[in-house]
């Protein structure tokens, strides 16, 4: 099988559950996979169609994507080929030759052929082997997205009892998938369900201000790079597309309201690469497919964190890092709560209430976000991010959990410090007045604003107004729900909510407990800081000249530029710098048939690159190495200038945790960070005894690695995480 895998589609190995499902498939039983986009679902198929005799039947309600699939295929080498109603009765009757003469391995259909009786006759007259049904969701009611003719699959069992199945799909909650069980009479089928963490995707809100200047820095990050903006409204769309036409970018709505052609035209343009910016509405865009969209960005707030998922989903399937921005603002809230209080049905109001608020805290969320949206879909293993340079950095954010290094409250440099006395002044403020007010209140009578509201109930009077003043609204704000997420306070109510103290909270004032808590951000540090997109150190220039190589020779052959190579295989390529045929096939997605069609024309490129700027093909072909998903060190604030001078200064880790009043672990992450920044820093002073630190030097190398955890494990509790880090900054 893996000799399949790299011959067709030249990969060296498969990704997470693909080798399971293949095996099950390849033994004749059926299969129910659930995977998130780009998890790799059509191997899954595709793969056992190339070793299995008859032929492999794929049914997808996506007809406009059946092309761009076939065509992938056939620049694999594949015999692919296609059935639905884009295609003349004519170009039917060639394909329907081809498969009758054996010359077909994959048959794509769309469901409604399968309700015409001829076109049964015809299927009835052919060895199938195996019968993938993608986007199975769509055959459920229960599901978000059910499709009348994919009803008409129920004939599948009927007329090849013995045939395996495989239903594949990215969104099926337990309903779905026993519906599609049911639906589909799948015997025995195992199930298989796959992480849906996407760990190249980056997340993070801002807020809504500014943000035609915010999306526009964006864009900048992402020059010529694919993008989708998901918008309220068809006019917003439209309306936002031609400003960014104004400022350069080749920008296109996108939206069901469009003509049919129109949209079938910037759909193409986008897929082709001659669009950079698809402009969609938030209920449309099931129809975009396209691999190496680097950014989804979210001008309007989501209905559902379903939907936003899903919409997300479109970005980075080619496991290339690539970002998911959503821009927040209260107002949006409005806008959808009006809609939502126009539906009629007091339970599907209530139900789409309850969806946006799922958003709403998502939106505010000060802790992990991917974690959040993992939990939402039921998943409680949160992975333990293992890729070796997420762990290089600090491993815990301020929680104490897990660092997903692909988040924006993950990436941003947290401070900690003690916050005993700002918890007992708003502890104190919320007794005082009684427990029955919000946040904004509170922050007010804090801050010792002369509010009316204020005045009115006599909280100016209070030994508790003015004793926060040197802190603003955002700032109260903050800690506010940083001691909610604590358990020491509670938020009541919808609409009006109030905030209360815990069980907790009363305990912390009576028993004077300590307590830490993280400083607010004070800027955005996440996205305007990091670098450039590319984290590989690949060669850009040769990366711009091979991709426009790929756009002609696409152009050429009518088929979208992915369908030659894949932005991993080209970013390798200008890595790699491979010059002979047998280096060429080492690199990810290369496999016999594309070595042989497009091998020559890309290596005499790479070849007169590599003797312009004199350089040698590089011989390690181990394993790309990537620089982490997003390197928020490249310029680093001021914080990290602090830190730099104490430690310039001769100071240990532990008198700069104390003067900066931060704990230690996040110093030392700041010193990784600087590190990685590429700075030179004076740090011989805190290096471990050299016995200890031959130790974990030995340890280091005998676990092969860079992480920490099986460091540890080796060398057992007698060494501290700070030590071990500590050491690893001289290794
Ligand atoms: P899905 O259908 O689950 O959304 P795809 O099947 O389209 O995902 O796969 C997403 C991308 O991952 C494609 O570009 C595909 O070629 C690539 N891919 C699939 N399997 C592998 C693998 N084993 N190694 C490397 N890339 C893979
Ligand atoms: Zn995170």
Known sequence: MLELLKNYFGYDEFRPLQEEIINNVLLGNDSLVLMPT????????????MKLPGLTLVISPLIALMKD??????ANGIAAEFI?????????????????????????????????INFQNFLKTLKISLIAVDEAHCISEWGHDFRPDYRNLIMLRRDWPKVSIIALTATATERVRRDIVEQLSLKNAKIFIS?????????????KKDAFYSLLQLLKKYKDRSAIIYCFSRKETENLAADLSEEGYRAFAYHAGLDNNLRRLNQEKFVRDEAQIIVATIAFGMGIDKPDVRLVIHYSLPKSIEGYYQETGRAGRDGLPSECVLFFSY???????YFIDEIEDAD????AKEKLNQVIKYSELKTCRREYLLRYFGENNIPAFPDAEREMATNENHDGKNNCRGCDNCLAPKEEFDATVVAQKILSAIIRTGERFGAKHLAGVLQGKA???IIEFGHDRLSVFGIMAEYDDDEIKYFISLLITKGLLVKIGDEYPIIRLTEAGRKFLLERQKIVLTRPRKAELISEESEPFGSVEYEPELFIELRSLRKQLAQEAGVPPFVIFSDVSLEQMAYYLPQSPENFLRINGVGKEKLQRFGQAFMSVITSYAKNHNLAERPNFARIRRSGAVRSAGRLGSTYDETMQLLQAGLTIEQIALARNLAPGTVISHLENLKQAGKDLRLDHLKPLSERFDKIQAAFRESGGILLSPVREILGEEYSYNEIRLARLFL
């Open 84 to 116: 639905n109603s884009s295609l003349s009765p004519k170009e039917i009757g060639r394909v329907e030759d081809l498969v009758r003469a054996g010359k077909i391995k994959i048959l794509y259909l769309a469901p409604e052929r399968l309700a015409l």
């Open 69 to 74: 699939q076939v065509d992938g295929l056939k």
């Open 38 to 49: 780009g998890g790799g679902k059509s191997l899954c198929y595709e793969l056992p169609a």
């Open 331 to 337: 107002g949006d809230i409005h806008k959808h709560g």
């Open 195 to 207: 992480s849906f963490n996407r760990p190249n995707l980056i997340y993070s809100v801002k807020p």
């Open 348 to 351: 599907e109001c209530a139900k």
């Open 451 to 453: 509010a009316r509201r």
